[in-house]
């Protein structure tokens, strides 16, 4: 079987999106005087549902696309994208959220008054951090990238002769 060149950047692109589905995507550290406590998770760990969706999608892109059904592919690509902005945008915004709430509870002095006699100590002396590990997240928006790109200029591609 000899693929177009077409068909070699959707599954390039496809393949990338699987791969940076195992790479990390968010990582956690908590810093304490006992112990440093760190791990990173990927997006199938992170985000179960919609990593199953994105390699499920990723497997049919390759699937459709070996069978040269070009314009179902852009309902994948495309479908794939949107998943990825959409569940960027929300994990950034946990991410935000639970580093502000970690240095609203961790500095303020004033949280909850007379409850928790020593609670500012504790909190003082374990520092949780929440961050984003961009590698995953390039591969997965290169490889949905490139499969919309090779749509979009799909005529303008040659193939292989």
Do not use: C, H
């Not at 999106?17 to 990927?42: D, E, H, K, M, Y």
């Not at 040269?68 to 794939?80: M, P, V």
């Amino acid at each position: 079987m000899i693929l177009s060149r077409k068909q070699v950047l959707s599954i390039t692109g496809a393949v990338l999106l699987v791969f940076g589905l195992f790479l990390p995507a968010v990582s956690i550290s908590a810093i304490n005087p006992i112990a440093n406590i760190s791990g990173s998770s990927n997006f199938i760990q992170a985000d179960g549902l919609y990593g199953v969706v994105l390699l499920l999608l990723s497997v049919f892109t390759v699937g459709i696309t070996l069978l040269n059904r070009n314009r179902y592919t852009w309902i994948l690509a495309l479908s794939s994208l949107a998943i990825l902005i959409f569940r960027f945008l929300v994990i950034v915004s946990d991410v935000y959220r639970f580093n502000n709430l970690q240095n609203v509870f961790g500095n303020s002095t004033n949280f909850m008054p007379g409850q928790f006699n020593g609670m500012e100590g504790v909190t003082e002396a374990i520092s949780i951090t929440m961050r984003l590990n961009f590698a995953g997240w390039v591969f997965m928006f290169a490889g949905a990238i490139i499969a919309v790109v090779f749509l979009i200029r799909e005529d303008e591609i040659e193939e292989i002769s």
